[in-house]
């Protein structure tokens, strides 16, 4: 049960209880898809004229369609109804460090269009080359009614000023997306931090969506993120900060992070690490750095790249971020023991391994009867992009803030 909220409350009117049912009404329809009125009325176990009310109020809005779609044995054939996934356009973009996807989606978070380009290191530039590429992207479809713009960034985001706070390894700083996009889209922008957005796409399309109310989402790039849903709700703390485990201490006077501390968590368990151990394994054995060989340092595609091809020292380099991985996922579990954790980034690809050598990291490390189920996402499911959508339909589809 939460707890009323006497600073920020607002009073149950007829409309509220209306606005509940059909915010239930679209989820029950998002969900069964196609589905009678009749259904809806034994799935909500709200009465059939009130069922009938909301939903030709739906179909008015084109929020919902009907067809005579659906196969009943016998008798009269009830009318489905669906969601009209054309009734709106979302944009979600995913800034990365290196690239930036641009993706369009309708009504059932399903990408129509994609695109993707160069992040520049400049910020100021990177916005106004993003601006450019959704305006185009824009044009390109002039039929779609635009809801919005959801962004997924590699970031913390300040509740208050919505700016770019915290992104250690994209190094900007206070840095301000959501006025220059609004101001060139004429939509509203939601930001987000990626991991945050890996456990919204995960909530809302992920496989175990209706049993699942706490979840962290880990993601394994860079660096390391977490996004943490706790009774349905994302958890952002005060200032939209919180989260950050991959800046947990785990190292005591540890290798000094790009966040300022020393020993933190992603240092040990991200794709920078992971690069880091296949380079240190390389110079051991030839005694000199890629540098002095005149080589380029290998860059975390082409560890997955060796490990593919069975290169024992790029498995052993994997193996170890496997082992700290694992490490982090047993703090998650013991201090949160969410329904489930999931591991998003590349490295999943050898889950086959990496799988239970995290599992058994978290079995040695846990004692307290937890029972999380630790799962990697398919990377095909474009996460990151995918919560951008979630981001966008939320305030359609969630549940009303009332006390
Ligand atoms: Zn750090």
């Not at 890996?198 to 969506?209: I, P, R, S, V, Y």
Request: charged share 20%.
């Amino acid at each position: 049960m939460r707890k009323i909220d006497l600073t920020n409350f607002q009073v149950a009117t007829s409309e509220t209880a209306r606005d509940i049912n059909r915010r239930i009404m679209l989820n029950l329809i998002r969900r069964h898809q196609p589905i009678s009125r009749a259904e809806l009325a034994r799935e909500s176990g709200l009465q059939r004229s009130t069922v009938s009310a909301i939903t030709e109020q739906l179909i008015k809005e084109r929020w919902v369609t009907e067809s005579a779609t659906g196969h009943i044995p016998r008798g009269r054939r009830p009318r489905f109804l669906h969601l009209n996934k054309a009734r709106v356009g979302i944009i979600g973009i995913n800034v990365r460090p290196v690239r930036t996807t641009i993706a369009l989606a309708g009504l059932d978070a399903q990408f129509i269009a994609q695109a993707s380009l160069p992040t520049a290191p400049n910020p100021m530039q990177a916005i106004d080359e993003l601006c450019s590429h959704v305006r185009t992207l824009i044009e390109t479809h002039p039929d779609i009614a635009y809801e919005g713009i959801g962004v997924s960034l590699p970031g913390r985001v300040d509740l208050t000023s919505q700016k770019l706070v915290f992104a250690p390894n994209l190094a900007w700083h206070d840095v301000d997306l959501k006025t220059p996009l609004e101001k060139a889209t004429n939509l509203p922008v939601a930001l987000e931090n990626a991991a945050n957005a890996c456990a919204l796409a995960e909530l809302w399309f992920g496989e175990h969506t209706e049993s699942v109310r706490n979840l962290v989402a880990i993601t394994v790039s860079e660096g390391i993120g977490a996004g943490v849903i706790l009774n349905g709700q994302l958890v952002r703390g005060s200032t939209g900060v919180a989260g950050e485990f991959g800046h947990i201490t785990f190292v005591e006077d540890g290798l000094q992070c790009r966040c300022g501390n020393h020993g933190c968590w992603e240092m040990y368990a991200s794709n920078s690490a992971g690069v880091r151990y296949y380079a240190e394994t390389t110079r051991r054995r030839s005694g000199k750095s890629d540098a002095t060989r005149g080589q380029s340092a290998p860059t975390f595609d082409d560890l997955v790249r060796l490990a593919d091809q069975g290169d024992a020292r790029a498995m052993a380099a994997i193996d170890r971020m496997a082992h700290y991985i694992g490490a982090g996922t047993a703090l998650l579990v013991t201090g949160l023991a969410p329904d489930v954790i999931v591991i998003i980034g590349e490295v999943t690809r050898f889950w086959n391994r990496i799988g239970p050598a995290i599992e058994s990291m978290v079995t040695r490390r846990t004692f307290t009867h937890a029972t999380t189920r630790i799962v990697p996402t398919d990377p095909s499911t474009q996460p990151r992009l995918r919560g951008t959508i979630a981001m966008v339909l939320q305030k359609h589809f969630g549940a009303p803030s009332v006390v």
